[in-house]
């Protein structure tokens, strides 16, 4: 099948029922991790800018949790942002990278501006665009990482899946859609990734800027604009990553974080987690030292005293600390004042982490640490080599899903907010429109 017949063609209500569930459920995630990062600097910062400098026009959209109305490539940049500053989003392996935090505040953005020129999208056509994005953006995203010398952040591929996305919403012509693949390819962003987890900032990974070049490619090509072929779709060299299109999906190998904080952080928390449920004596005053054995890009995080949210949730320390003081991490733990709480510092500089030859070498196939827990009372706790919670093989429940939904989006929104976007999206496919769900999604909401 070639790509823009996928584009066109495919149906959310064809995909195999395992992938709608994941495709809905994926949705439903992100738009928790705007939610609860609707109040953070970061989602400030970024909205100041959009609405200072992308001023609406023929096209209008409403920034997310917000309701200002912004042209739809400063509303791409606020959502990509603001998705990317809570570091909860799903991901997947073989690309290295993420699809969800840039495709989906990009196509709400644009989805948004559409229906403001009075057009209708259905919420099966909306759910369409979002597989479609998905599928494409992390095809990408595997051809990039196979072809590239240097580890890319997720803003360097996952504007090619909003082009694939939005050209599905607007019905581009094969012309438009192959020059506006081109177009996002010659000027996505480079995002060396290793040097934003040694140096954490808002920059994280890229997703404002490949939602921003998305949704200016499709714009440039229906101007008129022409772009190169685009090389991680074209090449003969890459083909192994698109041949089978529409027979395998890759959404159904991505993973999902409980927390949110790096994901190769991620298996330490499972791993003390699972020792904090298995034994009571675990608690804030009864830890004498923590180990953390790991693959070494793990170890590189670090992140013991954090001078920012940033370098709190690109970290190992300080969120396994937070877990274990607090007994969850959410928003409140990673953001805001909680990065001088004196009692998770405490227990931070408690632990070390050093690299395990063994994970290095199991590493990036398998994602895994093991921690071990000196308590004072003379107790020592081991867990098992230990693979991170929300892997294909260690799937959230549904009602984890939830559960983590109202954890992230209860600083933000009230319950009745919560109740009303859940119910939606859940029934969303049944929808002969979507104006109610970006109606939720562009109320300012508050928590009070």
């Keep these: 099948m070639s790509l823009y017949a996928f584009v066109q063609n495919t149906q959310f209500s064809q995909l195999p029922k395992h992938t709608q569930s994941l495709v809905s459920t994926s949705l439903l995630d992100i738009v928790g991790i705007l939610a609860g990062a609707k109040d953070n600097q970061t989602t400030q910062n970024i909205r100041h800018y959009a609405a200072s400098n992308y001023p609406p026009n023929a096209l209008s959209s409403r920034l997310l949790f917000d309701g ?3 042209h739809p490539m400063g509303a791409a940049w606020a959502g990509g942002f603001s998705a990317d500053s809570l570091d909860a ?4 392996f073989t690309s290295k990278g993420h699809a969800g935090a840039t495709v989906v505040p ?15 999208v259905s919420g099966e056509e909306f759910l369409s665009a979002i597989a479609i994005a998905y599928e494409t953006g992390l095809r990408a995203g595997v051809a990039l990482m196979d072809t590239a010398a240097e580890y890319h952040a997720s803003g360097a591929f996952s504007g090619l899946g909003v082009v694939c996305g939005a050209a599905r919403l607007l019905k581009l012509s094969e012309a438009e859609f192959l020059h506006a693949l081109g177009i996002a390819e010659y000027f996505g962003p480079r995002c060396p990734m290793m040097r934003l987890v040694d140096f954490p900032s808002m920059l994280r990974d890229a ?16 101007a008129g604009i022409t772009g190169a072929p685009a090389e991680t779709v074209q090449k003969d060299l890459i083909q192994h990553c698109w041949n089978d ?17 790096c994901r190769w952080a991620q ?4 791993a003390v987690s699972q020792l904090m449920q298995a034994h009571n004596e675990v608690h804030t005053n009864n830890v004498k030292a923590i180990r953390v054995e790991t693959f070494h890009e793990s170890m590189r995080l670090q992140g013991h005293f954090p001078q ?10 300080f969120p396994l600390a937070a877990l274990i003081c607090k007994g969850q991490v959410g928003p409140a ?3 805001g004042e909680a990065i001088n709480d004196q009692a998770i510092l405490d227990i931070s500089r408690k632990i070390s982490i050093v690299e395990s030859t063994e994970l290095s070498a199991r590493f990036p196939k398998e994602i895994l640490s093991r921690v071990t827990l000196e308590l004072l009372d003379g107790t020592t706790l081991t867990s098992p080599i230990t693979q991170a919670k929300g892997d294909p093989e260690t799937a959230m429940t549904a009602e984890e899903f939830i559960a983590k939904f109202h954890l992230l989006a209860a600083v933000s929104l009230t319950d009745q907010h919560i109740q009303k976007i859940i119910k939606e999206i859940q029934s969303l496919q049944d929808k002969s429109h979507c104006a109610t769900l970006f109606d939720l999604l562009t109320q300012p909401g508050s928590c009070t």
Excluded at 89 to 92: R, S
Excluded at 308 to 317: F, H, K, M, R
């Design 207 to 222: 997703h404002g800027a490949g939602a921003y070049s998305g949704i200016n490619a499709i714009l440039l090509a229906q």
């Design 68 to 70: 200002r109305s912004v």
């Design 308 to 317: 920012n949210a940033d370098e709190a949730q690109y970290g190992l320390a």
């Design 245 to 261: 299109l529409g027979d395998r999906w890759e959404i159904d190998a991505q993973y999902y974080k409980p927390w949110p904080v």
């Design 333 to 335: 733990e990673v953001t």
């Design 106 to 120: 990009a196509l709400l953005a644009l989805a948004d501006a559409y229906l403001a020129q009075g057009h209708a």
């Design 89 to 92: 989003h799903e991901g997947h």
């Design 267 to 270: 298996p330490a928390l499972t």
